[in-house]
Structures are given as structure tokens and as C-alpha cells.
């Protein structure tokens, strides 16, 4: 029997749906990891103070804007750890780790310096939101470390270690949390800083897991992981891939942030109708960035091994995922929407869900949803292809300037000038899915075309 291929990372077959899944699914729990965090201090500083877990939930979404841009960059490592994997370079497998781990700590006093300044100026240095911003973000280096190592056990195609690696961060938070934030005969209460503390630490064990694993003796001894290097022509080429996947992810989150903006102008009900909505696409999103980093990990790898001509087979196997997963999302919604905002709701907004109207509204708006969730996976998926090829530009440049056209100008327009709300927002949406998904298979397939030419 002759040992697999490098580039095939799980025993399933190269680019099949079994391959995709078992290679997504850890991969979607680790993504989630900082909301499990943030989700379990907001139930513990609820029962602190109220004001403390708004300012949480106000500054937790200005640390997720201000983190979009060094995660895209350190998550690029799985590119390059997939390529050198695939080609067979063992000894090169472990540099991308040590040049992620010189930009976080590089970065470091630069970005704590900004977040004081853009903290100051938005909250102002005494509020609430300012000490939870300035804390959580003088732990970067730890965020940035960890998101850096999971790239390297995705494109190993061992994902299942992040798993691990979660799900102890997780239970240190949850053990943490409540010491800083109500405090010990030992310590103070910390409050809303605590919370911020509680989870740079939990990221801080989670870089340091990670790291201690890939530390093993058998990836010392296969991969080189041990040998502390600094490349600086590779530490530049990695951001010349990651900065332009960055401020395209950065103008994808803006315009869905501006999109709930304007939605606040059609009527408290609206806005109630489109962030109900937004729960389950929050609850599922995760899902789509594991599979297009599934989708990137395979193809990363083939393209390492020159093997260009299974990558169609993998993109069709992540669009079946996705579809799958779309499909029990959409039953979640339609069977289960009422019952679970029945139980969430305070009882003043229940009421809502008798209004004909506003369920009605509420199930149409459900509908543009899931239909541009499935959209939106696709488009993940081609964008996943592109990254692996170092076409991040291209990615920019189209995430850039589509939205913007597509579904935050159309929205502001029918929102003021025809009264419309929620439904039509996500309707138009589904516009904009339609139109990412449409320039990025485009693209993709020239890319396909272009290697079928060179390699013929």
C-alpha cells in the first residue's frame, strides 16, 4: 500500500464532499471562538451591570472592525504553508509561522497606539467602551499570533487541532470571566475590563497551545517548525497577499454595519425585523468562512503540487456543502424563528410576533436572507479559489466598490424616498449576491482557463 499524496490531506478522496467537510467543520468552530468568548462575558457582565454589557456590545463591534485587517493578514499563512505542503518543501513549511509571529509583535505598539487615539476620539478616554476597546486590543499580538498558527494547521490539513485548541480557550474564559469581572477577596472587581482581560488572556493560552503543538517533535522534525527565522522578502510578499484580502473583508463589514444604519430610518419595528433576521445570519455565518477556508486550504495545496486540474472537483464539492448547510439553516428559520424569539424577546417586543404584519415582514425578510446566505457562500467559495492563487486585488477591487452600489445606495434610496424597511433591504441584498457571485466565478474561471493553457 503507497502512502498518500502531500496535497491529500484527510484519508477521503482529493476535492470530494466527505474531504471539504472534514476538513470545514473544525474549522467553523475555531472561527467562532472569539463570539463563544464575548457571548459568555456579556451573560456574566449582565448580571454585573447593563451599561457595562451595552458598552461590551458597542466596543466588542469597533475591536471586530479594528481586527478585520490583521486577521486577513495572518490568516494568509494557510496559503503559503498550503503551497509549500503541497510541493513537498518540508524544510519551508514552518516559516510563514515565525514571519506572522515578527508582524503581530511589529505591529503591536503601533496598533495600541491607534486604538487609543481612534478610542479617545469615538467613546472619549473615561467611558466604558473606551476601557473595554483599549483592553481588549493591548492583547492583539495574542489574537493575531493564534489566528496565524491556525493557518498552519489548516494547510497542513489538520484542523481538528483548533478545535481543541478552542474549546480549552473557551472553558479558561468562562473560568476567568467571573474573577475579573466581580472580583475575589484576593483581587478587585475589574468589570467591564475584567471581561476584556478574561478574554486576551484565553487568546494568550490559545496562541501559546497552538504554538507548543506545532513545537512538537514531529513537525520540528518534518517541517522545521523549531527554527526561528526572519524572511523578510517573504514576510512581503504574505502582506502583499493579506492586505488587499484585508480592506476588501473591511469594506464588506462597513457596508453590512452602514446597510443596519440606514435600516434605523425606516421605524424601531423595522430595525427590530432586520436584526432579528441578522441573529440567524450571525448564528450561521461562521460556516460559509470555514468552508471558502476549507475550499482555499485544498486548492492552496494542489496548486503547491501542480495539480491545478483537480481544483474544479473542489469547488463544486464546497458549493454541495454549502447548499447543504444553507438548507438546515433555512428549516431552522421558517420552523423555529417564532418559538426561539418567543423565548429571547423581552415581553414588551412579544407581542410583535402577533402583529400579522410584522410576522409577515419578518418571514419575507427570512426568505431574501437565506437566499443570499446561499449566494454569499458561493461567492466565499470563488473568493476562496482566488486567495489560494494570490489574486487578493482582484478580490479588493470588486469588494470594494460592488456593495456599495448594489445594496447600501439602493437601500438609502427606497428606505427615504419610498418608506420601504427590512424586506426590501435584504431583497436587495440578494441583488448584491448575485452580483459578487457573477465577477467572481467569472474570474475564477479565467484563472482556470489562463492554468489549463500553461499547463497543456
Not at 466588542?60 to 496559503?79: D, H, K, M, N, R
Not at 480549552?168 to 474564559?173: A, D, F, G, H, T
Not at 471581561?195 to 494568550?204: E, F, R
Not at 430595525?271 to 485544498?298: E, H, N, P, W
Request: aromatic fraction near 14%.
Amino acid at each position: 500500500m503507497t502512502d498518500k499524496p502531500s496535497y491529500q490531506l484527510t484519508k477521503h478522496p482529493i476535492g470530494t464532499v466527505r474531504e471539504i467537510w472534514a476538513i470545514s467543520w473544525p474549522l467553523m468552530l475555531g472561527l467562532c471562538s472569539s463570539s463563544f468568548m464575548m457571548f459568555a462575558d456579556r451573560l456574566y457582565l449582565a448580571h454585573f451591570s447593563v451599561v457595562s454589557m451595552n458598552a461590551m456590545a458597542v466596543g466588542g463591534l469597533a475591536c471586530f472592525l479594528f481586527l478585520v485587517l490583521p486577521f486577513s493578514i495572518c490568516q494568509i499563512t494557510e496559503v503559503f504553508v498550503g503551497r509549500y505542503h503541497g510541493q513537498e518543501r518540508n524544510d519551508q513549511v514552518g516559516k510563514p509561522i515565525w514571519q506572522i509571529i515578527w508582524i503581530a509583535f511589529m505591529a503591536w505598539p503601533v496598533l495600541a497606539l491607534i486604538s487609543r487615539l481612534l478610542g479617545n476620539l469615538t467613546f472619549g478616554r473615561e467611558s466604558l467602551e473606551y476601557e473595554y476597546f483599549v483592553t481588549m486590543l493591548d492583547f492583539c499580538p495574542a489574537f493575531m499570533i493564534s489566528v496565524g498558527i491556525m493557518g498552519y494547521f489548516i494547510g497542513i490539513g489538520k484542523t481538528k487541532v483548533i478545535s481543541y485548541a478552542t474549546i480549552l480557550s473557551n472553558l479558561l474564559n468562562i473560568l476567568l470571566a467571573p474573577l475579573f469581572i466581580y472580583g475575589s477577596k484576593f483581587a478587585p472587581s475589574l468589570g467591564i475590563k475584567g471581561a476584556a482581560i478574561a478574554t486576551g488572556l484565553a487568546q494568550g493560552f490559545q496562541a501559546l497551545f497552538l504554538l507548543t503543538l506545532c513545537l512538537q517533535k514531529r513537525w520540528r522534525d518534518k517541517f522545521q517548525t523549531h527554527k526561528i527565522t526572519f524572511d523578510l522578502p517573504l514576510i512581503k510578499e504574505m502582506l502583499s497577499f493579506g492586505v488587499p484580502s484585508g480592506i476588501g473583508r473591511l469594506m464588506e463589514v462597513l457596508a453590512f454595519l452602514i446597510f443596519f444604519k440606514i435600516i434605523t430610518l425606516a421605524g424601531v419595528n423595522e430595525l427590530t425585523c432586520a436584526t432579528m433576521v441578522q441573529c440567524f445570519y450571525l448564528l450561521a455565518v461562521f460556516c460559509v468562512d470555514g468552508i471558502s477556508k476549507g475550499v482555499t486550504t485544498v486548492i492552496s495545496n494542489l496548486v503547491g503540487a501542480k495539480n491545478e486540474h483537480l481544483i474544479p472537483k473542489v469547488l463544486q464539492s464546497g458549493i454541495k456543502v454549502h447548499t447543504l448547510v444553507t438548507a438546515i439553516m433555512t428549516l431552522i428559520c421558517f420552523g423555529f424563528c417564532e418559538w426561539i424569539f418567543s423565548h429571547i424577546l423581552q415581553k414588551e417586543e412579544v407581542g410583535l410576533l402577533g402583529d400579522p404584519l410584522f410576522s409577515w415582514s419578518l418571514k419575507i425578510a427570512l426568505g431574501w436572507m437565506c437566499l443570499f446566505f446561499l449566494l454569499d457562500g458561493f461567492a466565499w467559495i470563488y473568493s476562496g479559489h482566488l486567495l489560494a492563487l494570490g489574486d487578493t486585488k482582484y478580490i479588493m477591487n470588486v469588494t470594494s466598490v460592488v456593495h456599495w452600489f448594489t445594496y447600501v445606495l439602493p437601500t438609502y434610496l427606497c428606505v427615504v424616498n419610498l418608506g420601504t424597511g427590512a424586506a426590501t433591504g435584504w431583497a436587495l441584498m440578494v441583488v448584491d449576491g448575485v452580483v459578487m457571485v457573477s465577477l467572481l466565478w467569472w474570474r475564477s474561471s479565467k484563472k482556470m482557463a489562463e492554468l489549463a493553457v500553461v499547463y497543456k
